[in-house]
């Protein structure tokens, strides 16, 4: 993540995982979670007063009491569906803008919401299942958002297509899905500003800039976050403390907490709301502003300590944070960097430290330095990609080698083998290859002259075929020629020599 929104190692931003949580049948209808006698209470109250549905209503309070039954059992989807057929009865009986309906639909919203976000907390600790645990809850709440359209007033349904996206943005971060989350929390924001709620408007805010630190748009997320900072020091006692007149435009009374922690929901924001101003800081290269807003969100997390283990994935990111300040020099604790003698011959280096030594600053030596390991890392990596290609390319050549030798091994074993598969004639005789490397004539008159006659058994030698058609060539002409001379002077007793030497003096 840190690579892809262009930030250092380690530095990451914090989502605030807050869901919006209500008592809804205290403003709504006690049909669900309300004790039996509030139940049958409500319901004789209900038929006293229109006795014309005495009968109607008889038929949706046992639907009810059969919705009740599956959910104590934990047939949620069974017990949501006998709760939609109730919502069903109840519009043929009253009028859309009736209360009694216009409650129900609001019950029935919650109720879903309230059953997914359930869902989505326990898919932390549902193991195998967590896959199955979730997609339910994207069913609910997709499910949700559809029925908001229901809700007859303007400002309430803007609030419940509010609530609705802020939840389901927590459900694509587990996801992994960042993008879809950040739209999310912008578009819970856009329906929040349309609800005209006073109440938790922080929170929304703060979710607004969070998205737009994961979405890598910093300088928007700069300003988003200051704005955030401020409107939560604002509201920070009016989120602990609620009064009615926070609730005017609301539906119904909510409040806000974290997923799976019982943190205080200011305390998160401000924390998460600290530590991404930090980080968008150090985005944008101002270290010293990024090493103020590190150390507020780390002393907002000691004071939170009971809530917030040293393991905790905030404290690990917020202290990931700490240690980039720290050694950039702008926190309290720094050490001031000695060169190594392998630096001392950058003159840029040089340049910095008599910076330092004059200005007792490091910021402009820092960030050098940073830059500096970065080309070194950079081109510790190239050697390492050129060694392993030329490491597979050695041993790519041992294998074609290796291959081509027994290919020709195969080759000189097809050579010794015919075609079918029989032996060849064994290796020919010494005779044979001085035949081969000397004339017919020559190998006669040298046989001759050994008085090698041929034993019985052996046959003669043949004699060279004579073709009488064709004329000899002038290199067979002189050696028929000197053959029979050679005859005659054995005949008549004269050399070789003497006669040559005659005919030349002819």
């Excluded at 960097?337 to 030596?365: A, C, G, L, V």
């Amino acid at each position: 993540m840190a690579e892809a929104l262009g930030l250092p190692d380690g530095i990451r931003p914090i989502w605030l995982e807050g869901v919006v949580v209500s008592e809804y049948e205290k403003d709504t209808l006690p049909l669900l979670f309300a004790s039996d006698e509030v139940f049958n209470e409500y319901y004789d109250a209900l038929s006293a007063k229109n006795p014309a549905f005495a009968q109607p209503l008889e038929m949706i309070r046992v639907r009810n009491k059969k919705a009740r039954d599956q959910r104590y059992d934990g047939y949620w989807q069974d017990c949501l569906i006998t709760l939609s057929q109730c919502l069903h009865l109840r519009r043929c009986i009253f009028d859309d803008s009736d209360f009694q309906y216009c409650a129900a639909v609001k019950h029935y919203i919650l109720s879903v919401l309230n059953f997914a976000t359930f869902l989505l907390k326990e898919s932390t600790t549902s193991g195998t299942a967590k896959e199955g645990v979730m997609a339910k809850s994207f069913q609910l709440f997709k499910q949700a958002e559809s029925i908001t359209d229901q809700v007859d007033c303007y400002h309430h349904r803007y609030f419940f297509k509010a609530t609705v996206a802020s939840n389901l943005g927590n459900y694509f971060y587990k996801r992994k899905k960042i993008k879809a989350a950040g739209q999310q929390a912008v578009l819970s924001l856009k329906h929040w500003s349309k609800a005209k709620v006073d109440f938790a408007s922080s929170f929304f805010i703060a979710r607004h800039a969070i998205a737009l630190c994961f979405c890598g748009r910093w300088v928007e997320a700069a300003k988003s976050l200051a704005a955030a900072v401020k409107s939560e020091e604002c509201q920070e006692s009016s989120t602990t403390h609620p009064t009615p007149e926070a609730y005017q435009s609301a539906p119904v009374r909510f409040n806000v907490q974290l997923l799976a922690n019982p943190m205080p929901i200011s305390d998160a924001t401000q924390l998460v709301l600290f530590h991404n101003y930090s980080v968008t800081m150090i985005a944008l290269r101002r270290n010293k502003e990024a090493a103020y807003w590190c150390q507020r969100a780390m002393d907002t997390a000691n004071s939170n300590s009971q809530h917030l283990a040293a393991s905790h994935p905030w404290v690990k990111a917020i202290k990931e944070c700490q240690a980039f300040c720290s050694q950039m020099s702008y926190a309290h604790f720094f050490q001031k960097y000695r060169m190594k003698p392998s630096d001392t011959h950058i003159p840029e280096f040089q340049k910095m430290q008599r910076i330092i030594n004059e200005t007792r600053t490091m910021p402009i030596f820092n960030s050098l330095l940073q830059v500096h390991k970065q080309q070194l890392k950079e081109e510790k990596e190239a050697k390492q990609q050129e060694d392993e290609a030329k490491e597979a390319y050695r041993q790519e050549l041992e294998l074609k080698t290796a291959a081509n030798k027994k290919t020709r091994k195969a080759a000189v074993e097809y050579g010794s083998r015919g075609r079918q598969g029989n032996r060849r004639r064994p290796p020919m005789s010494t005779l044979k290859m001085y035949v081969r490397q000397t004339s017919y004539q020559q190998f006669v008159d040298s046989f001759v002259s050994k008085d090698n006659k041929p034993k019985k058994g052996q046959l003669a030698l043949p004699a060279p075929p004579v073709d009488d058609n064709s004329q000899p060539s002038s290199r067979k002409r002189d050696e028929l020629n000197s053959a029979r001379l050679t005859d005659a002077n054995l005949q008549s007793g004269v050399s070789v020599d003497s006669y040559s030497e005659g005919y030349v003096s002819k």
